[in-house]
């Protein structure tokens, strides 16, 4: 891995990002010290694609908004 000092990042940060993306990381210094590491983000998976995989998978049943519903009032309304 390369190592270049700080001077040199600065002066040719365009160039070093250029090859950060095509696979090449580097190591930025200060006086001979390694500081950070510099490589290509890769972005986390999209949580969003999710949405919807079980679709076909399960069937819900035309009465679902009323199961449990005396239980439901009843809690509310104090009974057992």
Same mark, same amino acid.
């Given at each position: *891995?390369? #190592? !270049? +000092?700080? #001077?040199?990042?600065?002066? +040719?940060?365009?160039?070093? =990002? #250029?090859?950060? =993306? #095509?696979?090449?990381? $580097? !190591?930025?210094?200060?006086? @001979?010290?390694? *500081?950070?590491?510099?490589?290509?983000?890769?972005?986390?998976?999209?949580?969003?694609?999710?949405? @919807? $995989?079980?679709? @076909? +998978?399960?069937?819900i049943p035309e009465d679902f908004d009323a199961i449990g519903e005396e239980a439901i009032q009843a809690m509310f309304e @104090?009974?057992?």
């Amino acid at each position: *891995m390369e #190592h !270049v +000092n700080i #001077h040199e990042a600065k002066t +040719n940060l365009s160039k070093l =990002i #250029h090859k950060a =993306i #095509h696979g090449e990381p $580097f !190591v930025i210094a200060k006086s @001979g010290k390694p *500081m950070v590491t510099v490589s290509a983000y890769t972005p986390p998976p999209d949580p969003a694609k999710r949405i @919807g $995989f079980l679709k @076909g +998978n399960l069937d819900i049943p035309e009465d679902f908004d009323a199961i449990g519903e005396e239980a439901i009032q009843a809690m509310f309304e @104090g009974g057992q």
